[in-house]
């Protein structure tokens, strides 16, 4: 595609559920990777993939938090058992590789949990 | 491992006058930096950025930033502000190589007609 997309673009779900989101990034991207924007907290690193391995996964909140990328491509975000502090929008880029390289960012997913 | 302080989290300017966004990183190699921007309900883009070609930098827009060593620094700055300018600046920071990208706490500029 000609961006970066994210889906769903809005999720609102109840406390205790799982959620999945949904990155698909710039086809020839070989870098991918989640922040979490939160008021206040600006871009909180989440995980990052060169390829489909996950070089640096420092940035996950805690074992609730599972990221994958298949086939180089499509990343998925997985939360479990969601809580109310995991209210926030969570933000994919990719780029051509190399962390010099400009990063392209999608719109995002604002998530609410209540 | 690196980081970058961004002091400030709201800048007011009256119109035309002069934009300066603070920056400070801290790498423990030679760094890459990168501004980025984000208007209001839009995404994030690519301002400018850094690699070690040279110390100032020009970007989109009329902004610039210039590297310095000595202070750890990456400063944002523009002449005269303008009033399409408001938005939420970020300044960000990697170690190169396949190194993540570490970005700060953002800055929200307000231009004051």
């Known amino acids: 595609g000609a961006g970066v997309s994210q889906s769903p673009s809005n999720k609102v779900t109840e406390k205790g559920k799982d959620v999945e989101l949904r990155c698909d990034p710039i086809s020839g991207h070989t870098a991918l990777y989640w922040y979490r924007q939160s008021l206040g907290q600006g871009l909180e690193f989440l995980i990052y993939?060169?390829?489909?391995?996950?070089?640096?996964k420092s940035g996950l909140p805690s074992d609730r938090f599972s990221a994958e990328r298949t086939g180089g491509s499509v990343s998925t975000l997985t939360i479990q058992r969601t809580q109310q502090e995991d209210s926030a929008v969570y933000l994919c880029?990719?780029?051509?590789?190399?962390?010099?390289?400009?990063?392209?960012f999608g719109s995002g997913t604002q998530l609410s949990v209540l | 491992a690196q980081s970058v302080t961004q002091l400030g989290s709201h800048v007011s300017v009256s119109e035309g006058a002069l934009v300066l966004l603070r920056c400070n990183y801290s790498?423990?190699?030679?760094?890459?930096l990168f501004w980025y921007v984000q208007y209001p309900n839009q995404g994030l883009q690519l301002l400018l950025k850094y690699t070690s070609a040279a110390t100032l930098v020009k970007g989109i827009n009329g902004f610039e930033a210039e590297f310095k060593k000595s202070e750890t620094s990456f400063h944002l700055t523009k002449p005269s502000a303008h009033m399409s300018d408001a938005a939420e600046y970020f300044c960000?920071?990697?170690?190169?190589?396949?190194?993540?990208?570490?970005f700060g706490t953002g800055t929200k500029l307000q231009v004051i007609p």
């Open positions: 960000a920071v990697s170690a190169g190589g396949y190194q993540k990208v570490t």
């Open positions: 993939f060169q390829g489909n391995s996950a070089p640096d």
């Open positions: 790498s423990s190699v030679p760094p890459y």
């Open positions: 880029a990719s780029s051509l590789g190399g962390s010099n390289e400009k990063l392209f």
